[in-house]
């Protein structure tokens, strides 16, 4: 079971990420008891557990108890410092505060309009804004105490008791001394807020006093003066309510990427380790965790520190992090874990699907289509700016404003100003090429050198007004320590560059996966997370090196196809790599399909809606997840639309998430549900289906063949939800529908039951009806059997690439894996549009004529295609049209 986080979330959150308490399982997902019930049977079916964890976050929420007991203790809190809140921020508004940009309408406005509330209950005193409930610092009750406190003691008189008391709680809350203990002050606060409580329950002149006054400070709707006494309270809290577009400029907490609802926690505290992760290390030494997978690891502030400590505690539990490496990027060697989360793998098993020798003519049809001729190089640049000038302004004016403080402690660094140092880091990191670096403790590896070093470089070529900033810069990243510096000042200077790292991943993967892979569309399949799209494909010798790299450092890393964040589904992307083979006819094909179209697009305020290339990005996007059935057409239409609308808003070009420009999309809304109406008379949709059919046939075996090298290669194969049947889905929301589970639990009995019997008649029905999917999940089941039965070979074998030789050898890739004296071989087909017709499988000798794996020679024994169970005399070459005689790809295990 790979599990995404099971602890308490946010009340209806549909994930886990945005994690309230770490150490309770999650209400809505069942019991202990449910949970203890469901751990007992994964270990009676010999299964373990891979759980997600998200050390970096948790969410901004009422329910999250840690943050709003620093909001009702302040610096009496135990979790002071357990979020990454910059308490001495320079702007004055901060000073003691944390922004909460949390409302939907600016302060002045929700404040007027009566959304904010005061409220009064046993849990105590609190403002609500909708779901929202804040506790207040315990001197804001006095608020509740002061106002017409002579009115009440005139009417109960003076001596009475009740009076007494209530006078004793205000003295008691103006009064605690600063001089005593935390516990001590708090423990004060406690009795104070609970005599208070008391009093108002037990006496109903009390109650309507407090209530009355709670009343006159919510203020009246439509008296702006009003409100003063409840603005005059809300400006003495802990945190500062706002406008959640504040969040984008002004900011003294560190979010996850963008997300306001998603504060950042200071992981790198022992005490904070220790108390955010004890419930997982009780269910790792009770043996019900025996895997985690980390969540962004790149968040964290000594990624290192943590993954060690995490080691030291869990002992030899299976590792792995969700890790963005470049194409060229190696995973630093001294990480403690299994490896990666597999993206990187995705990318090279998509890559080698996409045909690229056709580069240059999808180069042209992108430009011709849509008018566009910016390099993805600056694009990329484009869109990390646009990403930190909008989006994330805040974070780099706390970076540029951390390194100014620091710098200007040295005579050399005293001049440089903050705008001047703002544009230099940013100008570095839009030209970052990795998500960050791992500089730490003196630490600079080679491979950061050069990072840093490049970014810099680059950044003086185009800027050389910044030169003298720009080498300061490169002087801390490098941690070029003067000679004077004390040991004190060396951990600032490494604190700047923590920081910096950690900035950098968010820039990049809003700037790139959220921006630029919406925009940049020459061809969609590319654009994953993990990808560079300006790569147009790889070659066969590319995989193998790659492969055998895994094989060596990082044997049981995990290998994915789809996940919860890919851009695109596997199913969808083997579909769209079939049109990188034929350039010509997707070219005809899309300027017919502008043409029947070009009446349903809206002209408005000299725009044209939607402009060129959100309509080349649309058609793509259709031909990969139009479904197989017509039943499913209706749901599918809608998918598409609020696809649509969630992609414009990704590219931030017409319209964006912090900006909705309506008009756009509506108009795209409208061009989206004109051109898939399913009437006769849609001529469009017409030519688009015989089109797509076409392309979906030779998909499937683009599915087939990556999904038996996903289950052969080094590392441990991943299955996302769904993926077992053809799986067509867009990016999330898209991507986490619910899982039709009972059809793959009957349609599984059926093959398991038909293997034993006739199992070449099966694949013949499978054949017959591939649209339904029973091909992938035959594949899957006999693939994984065979994992099961040769483990060794796949957890500890060599990695060796097979020679092709044949007029199409540069349709077929193979490779074994040895262990022993066991050898096992993986064949799957390639590029097959120009190899077989449509609906024509790739099966026999009068298709692959004398193409044949070359075999070494002390490999030659008779072979047994574990998929079909046939067998296969032995050779020095092995013909592709005898190992591909029924199904599309083969596994052979040697005699």
């Known amino acids: 079971m790979y599990a995404s986080p099971i602890f308490k979330a946010r009340s209806g959150s549909t994930h886990g990420y945005d994690v309230v308490d770490p150490n309770q399982l999650n209400p809505e997902l069942g019991t202990q008891e449910d949970f203890d019930q469901l751990m007992e049977e994964v270990k009676n079916n010999g299964m373990g557990w891979l759980q997600d964890i998200v050390p970096n976050h948790m969410a901004y929420d009422s329910q999250n108890q840690y943050l709003t007991d620093i909001f009702e203790f302040g610096s009496d809190s135990d979790y002071l410092e357990f979020f990454d809140i910059d308490w001495k921020h320079p702007y004055s508004d901060f000073q003691g505060r944390v922004l909460a940009p949390l409302l939907g309408d600016f302060y002045g406005n929700c404040l007027e309009n009566g959304q904010l509330k005061i409220s009064y209950g046993e849990a105590g005193l609190s403002v609500n804004y909708y779901s929202l409930k804040f506790p207040l610092k315990i001197e804001s009750y006095t608020y509740l105490i002061t106002p017409r406190l002579k009115e009440l003691e005139e009417r109960l008189g003076r001596r009475h008791p009740n009076v007494i008391k209530l006078l004793g709680v205000l ?9 005593e203990s935390s516990q001590d002050r708090r423990s004060q606060a406690v009795f104070a807020k609970g005599l208070l409580w008391e009093l108002y329950q037990e006496n109903s002149d009390i109650q309507k006093f407090i209530d009355e006054n709670i009343e006159y400070l919510n203020g009246k709707t439509g008296d702006p003066e009003s409100f003063n006494f409840l603005d005059q309270l809300l400006s003495e809290q802990f945190f500062r309510l706002s406008y959640w577009k504040v969040g984008a400029e002004e900011l003294n907490y560190r979010r996850f990427f963008t997300v306001n609802e998603l504060i950042s926690v200071k992981v790198e505290d022992e005490k904070v380790f220790n108390k955010t992760h ?5 269910f790792v030494r009770s043996g019900k965790f025996t895997g985690l997978r980390i969540d962004h690891i790149d968040g964290l502030y000594n990624p290192l520190q943590y993954l060690q400590g995490i080691r030291e505690k869990v ?10 490496l470049d194409v060229e990027e ?10 990666t989360s597999g993206y990187e793998f995705l990318i090279y098993l998509n890559s080698l699907f996409c045909q690229r020798q056709n580069e240059d003519r999808f180069s042209q049809i992108y ?3 849509t008018g566009l001729s910016a390099s993805f190089k600056q694009l990329l640049i484009d869109k990390k700016r646009l990403i930190a000038d909008r989006n994330l302004a805040g974070d780099a004016d706390n970076l540029a404003g951390l390194l100014k403080r620091i710098a200007g402690q040295y005579r050399y660094g005293r001049d440089f100003t903050l705008q001047g140092l703002q544009t230099a880091i940013l100008e570095v990191l839009v030209r970052f090429p990795v998500y960050r670096t791992y500089i730490n403790e003196g630490q600079v590896s080679e491979e950061d050198r050069y990072y840093v070093q490049f970014a810099i470089q680059e950044a003086k070529g185009q800027h050389p007004e910044l030169i003298n900033e720009l080498n300061l810069i490169q002087k801390f990243l490098l941690l070029e320590y003067d000679d004077y510096l004390s040991d004190e000042n060396k951990q600032l200077w490494l604190h700047f560059v923590r920081k910096f790292q950690q900035f950098s991943g968010p820039l990049t993967a809003k700037g790139v996966e959220d921006t630029l892979f919406y925009v940049y569309n020459r061809f969609v399949s590319l654009n994953e997370v993990g990808g560079a799209p300006n790569q147009f494909g790889i070659s066969s010798d590319t995989f193998h090196q790659f492969n055998k790299k895994q094989a060596k450092s990082w044997p049981h890393k995990m290998n994915a196809t789809s996940t919860h964040d890919t851009k695109r589904s596997e199913d969808l992307r083997a579909r769209l790599n079939v049109i990188s083979e034929i350039p010509d006819e997707w070219e005809a094909q899309v ?6 179209n070009r009446d349903h697009k809206i002209e408005t305020e000299g725009r044209i809606i939607p402009d060129g290339n959100d309509e080349y990005f649309l058609y793509q996007n259709l031909i990969g997840s139009y479904p197989f059935y017509e039943a499913e057409y209706p749901e599918f239409v809608e998918r598409v639309k609020q696809f649509a609308i969630k992609a414009v808003r990704e590219a931030k070009v017409h319209t964006a998430w912090l900006r909705p420009d309506s008009v756009y999309e509506e108009g795209f809304f409208t061009f989206v549900d004109k051109i898939l109406n399913p009437s006769e008379d849609n001529q469009f949709l017409q030519e688009f289906r015989n089109f797509q059919q076409k392309i979906a046939f030779y998909g499937m075996f683009n599915s087939l063949s990556q999904t038996l090298i996903k289950i052969t290669s080094p590392g441990l194969p991943d299955f996302y939800q769904g993926t077992e049947l053809w799986d067509l889905s867009l990016v999330d929301p898209d991507n986490r529908r619910p899982v039709d589970y009972e059809k ?6 059926e093959i398991k039951h038909r293997s034993q019997e006739d199992i070449l008649s099966l694949i013949e029905e499978l054949k017959a009806s591939p649209e339904d999917g029973r091909m992938k999940l035959f594949l899957i089941y006999q693939g994984l059997i065979i994992r099961k039965q040769y483990l060794e070979v796949y957890q500890q074998g060599t990695y060796i690439p097979l020679q ?3 007029d199409y050898a540069e349709h077929i890739l193979a490779f074994a894996r040895t262990y022993g004296q066991q050898i096992i071989i993986t064949v799957v087909p390639q590029f097959l549009t120009n190899l077989v017709e449509p609906k024509q499988f790739p099966l026999g000798e009068n298709i692959w004529k004398e193409t044949a794996i070359e075999i070494p020679e002390d490999w030659e024994t008779d072979w047994k295609n574990t998929l079909t169970n046939q067998l296969i005399k032995g050779s020095h070459s092995l013909k592709i049209g005898d190992i591909l005689t029924v199904f599309p790809v083969a596994l052979l295990t040697s005699s």
């Open 171 to 179: 003295y008691v809350l103006k009064n605690i001394p600063h001089e």
């Open 278 to 282: 004890d419930l997982i290390f009780k």
């Open 315 to 324: 002992g030899n539990v299976y590792l792995t992090v969700e890790k963005i």
């Open 330 to 339: 190696e995973l630093p060697s001294n990480w403690p874990i299994e490896g």
């Open 367 to 369: 430009r011709d289509v």
């Open 591 to 596: 300027r017919t399909w502008i043409a029947l």
């Open 744 to 749: 793959r639990m009957q349609f599984l009995e």
């Open 804 to 806: 092709i030789t044949g």
